[in-house]
């Protein structure tokens, strides 16, 4: 009986002992505290990895009967200026029969006028994406935004998932659809370009190790030690790098430590997620500013930051109105449109396009203003984008998680017209080697729409 209680309080000694252990593992990061803490990290990573037995930006599979790529128009006098459609590998294989249409240009009626397709396992290889952890390969990559470049070109940022880091990089295509250039420079969410050609992209970088917020004292509390450090590139039009600036350091050398503190997650303080440029009444309103100006979209802070030009220097901050914001456009009189994913108090699920004064910082929602109306449930809790005609009066939103596309009245608020990005996934199954007797009609994630004149189509499909 003595042996037995002895042992008992051995083994209750023991636990005690590893539970003490354990604690000060925590509290101090004594040995194995970095075994642990990788244990954990690749925990937390499985339970990310997205289903690959479907493309990327495939939301789930609908009925069999639901029609594919089904436009409404919800007006008497729909306007006659064409959309570019963001679309991805497999996306309308109706279309671009070999690998999906990357992108397109299509009409109110549904009618496609132009498409780019490009195979993803010529784009992607083992040899190019070995700096990739995970599961790097051409099923795991796929579109996230697309530009039309005033040459016609085709200017497109890639994502991955299920690899590290996710964000890949950035190519052109010409008009015929032939690749010009690719950079896996780590680009990310959606390119602009310039009057001029020139391309502005969102860069990452990994930082490792401790650090603090900003050359603060405050430490940066990252649990899995891989910290990812948002900048802005701008690219020439043959996609060498002309500037790159680093958001860390640009907060610090324009003494704006906030726009790192006050962030949701520090393993990704910034998070820029678009970028574009003042115009000249945008200038006007904002001393110091100057056209050509970089507008750039902070989700973390849920901040846009007005950044010079040639150095960076941050000459104005916007903050308060939206939360974890995209997509900011600058309009002709100089206020700014976000798509505000979380910010919507005054709709039903919360995400709004916002129309942004950028000298008071006031704003006031501009789509939905009905609940009633389409579109009056807007969610999409991440991404999203909004396009704004060249005059102002109409926009264009993609909702990323609801797989459509809404336009809408600036003025009314009143929606115009929709796309329901409906694909069918049979030729995917195909190329995958396991092929269906029948179609799979799958809702997919939209990823951008935006206006395109016609007499800007007709020059660039002629050559002229």
């Excluded at 042992?7 to 990061?29: C, D, P």
């Excluded at 640009?250 to 910034?270: E, K």
């Excluded at 190329?431 to 179609?439: F, H, L, R, S, V």
Aim: aromatic fraction near 10%.
């Amino acid at each position: 009986m003595i042996d037995r209680f002895a042992r008992i309080a051995f083994i209750l000694g023991l636990v005690g002992l590893a539970f003490l252990w354990g604690a000060a593992t925590v509290r101090w990061k004594l040995p194995p505290y970095r075994i642990l803490n990788r244990v954990e990290a690749g925990i937390v990573a499985i339970t990310k990895f997205e289903d690959s037995s479907l493309p990327n930006h495939v939301i789930r599979v609908v009925d069999d009967d639901t029609p594919v790529g089904a436009v409404e128009t919800l007006t008497d006098t729909p306007a006659d200026d064409l959309i570019l459609m963001t679309g991805g590998f497999f996306y309308r294989m109706d279309l671009c029969p070999k690998f999906g249409c990357i992108a397109w240009i299509m009409d109110r009626s549904g009618k496609v006028l132009h498409t780019w397709e490009y195979d993803p396992a010529v784009l992607f290889t083992r040899e190019s994406l070995k700096g990739f952890s995970g599961f790097p390969g051409a099923d795991n990559i796929n579109v996230l935004g697309a530009a039309l470049s005033p040459d016609g070109g085709l200017v497109v940022t890639f994502q991955g998932r299920n690899i590290f880091p996710y964000q890949v990089g950035v190519g052109k295509f010409a008009w015929s659809g032939a690749l010009e250039w690719l950079r896996i420079n780590r680009a990310h969410h959606w390119p602009s370009i310039g009057p001029d050609g020139r391309i502005y992209v969102s860069t990452a970088r990994i930082q490792k190790g401790k650090g603090t917020i900003a050359a603060t004292s405050e430490p940066v509390d990252c649990t899995f030690g891989a910290v990812f450090q948002d900048g802005v590139a701008i690219l020439s039009p043959d996609g060498q790098t002309l500037k790159e600036f680093w958001m860390e350091d640009v907060v610090q050398s324009s003494d704006n430590q906030a726009l790192a503190y006050s962030v949701r997650d520090d393993c990704d303080p910034f998070h820029v997620n678009s970028i574009t440029l003042l115009n000249a009444a945008g200038a006007a309103r904002l001393p110091g500013t100057r056209v050509g100006d970089l507008v750039v979209s902070l989700r973390s802070s849920s901040s846009v930051v007005v950044m010079d030009q040639d150095d960076s220097t941050i000459r104005h901050i916007i903050y308060g109105p939206m939360v974890a914001q995209h997509s900011p456009q600058v309009l002709p009189d100089g206020d700014i449109v976000v798509f505000d994913n979380l910010g919507g108090l005054d709709t039903t699920n919360g995400t709004r396009i916002l129309q942004v004064d950028p000298v008071s910082g006031d704003g006031t929602t501009v789509f939905p203003r009905n609940a009633d109306d389409v579109g009056g449930d807007l969610k999409s809790i991440a991404q999203g984008v909004v396009r704004i005609t060249p005059d102002g009066a109409r926009g264009l939103i993609s909702e990323y998680l609801a797989g459509c596309v809404i336009e809408f009245d600036m003025v009314t608020g009143k929606p115009l017209w929709t796309y329901s990005a409906v694909s069918d996934m049979a030729p995917f199954y195909a190329w995958k080697g396991t092929p269906k007797d029948a179609p799979v009609p799958a809702l997919m994630q939209t990823q951008g729409a935006d206006f395109i004149s016609r007499e800007a189509f007709g020059r660039l499909n002629t050559g002229g």
